[in-house]
């Protein structure tokens, strides 16, 4: 590889750290090609990105970075998978290693907050961002809703009263 490449290199993953909600640190002990495409296509559906890293390029990229305390996790064969929404890239990650066990998560952090592989399970059961606005907006809309049905249930009576008065008066 050559130094111009590196550089070029060191630099994306340097803005990556800078501005990731959250980084995964995971180890992927002989994925396939079609397994890794598969990670990287559900990642890619969450808004989240898996990529392998090199480890040195990334040592050298972390640093001055939220994220510099994972330093010590990158040993071996080595991928992050970052997102900005800060769940997004642990849901996927965290599922794809319960269906594939040559996926090991490291761990991770979201900012300076450094996550065990716990911490990362953990993030992963909360619902996401998309999720959370699904609900809020289901939340405001159902007093709405209810509200409607209050004020329409009297007028709704009464006509069905009117109606009912009606068809007894022709039937008299």
Avoid: C, W
């Avoid at 993953?13 to 990670?39: P, R, Y």
């Avoid at 990105?49 to 640093?63: D, E, Q, S």
């Avoid at 959370?132 to 939340?139: D, E, H, Q, S």
């Amino acid at each position: 590889m050559l130094r111009n490449e590196k550089v070029q290199i060191i630099t994306e993953l340097h803005d990556i750290f800078a501005n990731a909600g959250l980084v995964v640190v995971t180890h992927q002990n002989g994925l396939t090609v079609g397994e890794a495409t598969e990670l990287r296509r559900r990642m890619r559906e969450s808004n989240a990105t898996y990529r392998v890293v090199k480890n040195r390029l990334t040592l050298r990229a972390i640093g001055d970075t939220p994220y510099e305390s994972l330093s010590d996790l990158f040993q071996g064969q080595t991928a992050i998978a970052y997102s900005d929404d800060p769940v997004a890239a642990a849901k996927v990650a965290v599922a794809y290693a319960k269906s594939n066990d040559k996926l090991e998560i490291l761990g991770g952090a979201m900012g300076e907050l450094v996550l065990d592989v716990d911490g990362v399970k953990a993030l992963a059961s909360l619902p996401s961002l998309d999720e959370l606005r699904g609900k809020i907006v289901a939340m405001l809309n159902t007093p709405a809703t209810r509200i409607a049905t209050v004020l329409s249930a009297p007028a709704g009576q009464l006509a069905r009263l009117l109606s009912a008065r009606a068809a007894q008066e022709e039937a008299a």
